[in-house]
């Protein structure tokens, strides 16, 4: 996949490669955000009674699901699944992102088939705080591998992981990127994971204030939520 603008370009005018931050998990903001041009529509990825759905809120039982100040029953609702996502977009799965949320064991297994079945050999970006969930995809070398980590504990994880060397990593091969809250960020902590990883991505970005921030830590990619911003970043340049 050829990205819009080079990210090793210098910190200084570079093309920042773009997310959509949720935005595959709706149909509208899904078709919104592919106009738009970014570089990757981010979907996030829970499992169900073995079947990897599109969907940020979470499980509670069988019939609610829930997220903060909001309670949903699930009866009536058309939550996606990953396989309709992705037979939905056949011009368009290599700029997907999978988000992977929750715990469950099985849900990087059934992610890793999904994929097998109905995107063979596209570099599909899969990203999630729960690194242990790779192995999964250790035979899928095509599988583009995005660490993401919320919190400064798992930023020094991060940064501990990456400087032992690749032999650390379960699926041997190089990771893609790391997404990381920008708060967690400063341009020396960018400098030292830029030497291990291909992309280091940040979010929140949703106000030009933002990007500036981004650029001055000297990131390659940015998440947020504003499309007209994200396309502007590439109609920029």
Request: charged fraction near 20%; glycine fraction near 6%; proline fraction near 7%.
């Amino acid at each position: 996949m050829t990205w819009h603008g080079d990210p090793k370009d210098s910190p200084d005018g570079r093309q920042l490669l773009t997310v959509a931050h949720r935005a595959a998990n709706d149909v509208a903001t899904l078709s919104a955000a592919l106009s738009a041009n970014v570089d990757l529509v981010e979907a996030d990825v829970r499992f169900f009674k073995g079947t990897p759905e599109i969907r940020h809120t979470k499980t509670l039982g069988s019939k609610l699901l829930w997220e903060p100040g909001e309670l949903i029953r699930r009866e009536g609702l058309a939550i996606p699944t990953l396989t309709e996502v992705l037979t939905s977009l056949p011009n368009d799965r290599h700029r997907l992102m999978l988000d992977l949320k929750g715990f469950r064991p099985g849900l990087g297994p059934a992610v890793a088939a999904v994929l097998k079945q109905h995107a063979p050999d596209l570099p599909v970006t899969v990203c999630t705080p729960h690194w242990w969930m790779f192995k999964a995809f250790a035979d899928t070398p095509h599988i583009r591998t995005v660490l993401s980590a919320g919190s400064w504990p798992m930023v020094e994880r991060l940064r501990a992981l990456l400087n032992k060397g690749q032999a650390e990593w379960p699926n041997q091969r190089p990771i893609f990127g790391c997404s990381v809250h920008r708060t967690l960020l400063t341009p020396e902590i960018v400098a030292e994971l830029r030497r291990h990883v291909e992309h280091v991505i940040t979010w929140p970005v949703d106000t030009a204030n933002d990007v500036a921030d981004a650029r001055r830590l000297g990131v390659t990619g940015v998440t947020g939520k504003d499309l007209a911003l994200l396309q502007s970043l590439h109609s920029n340049h």
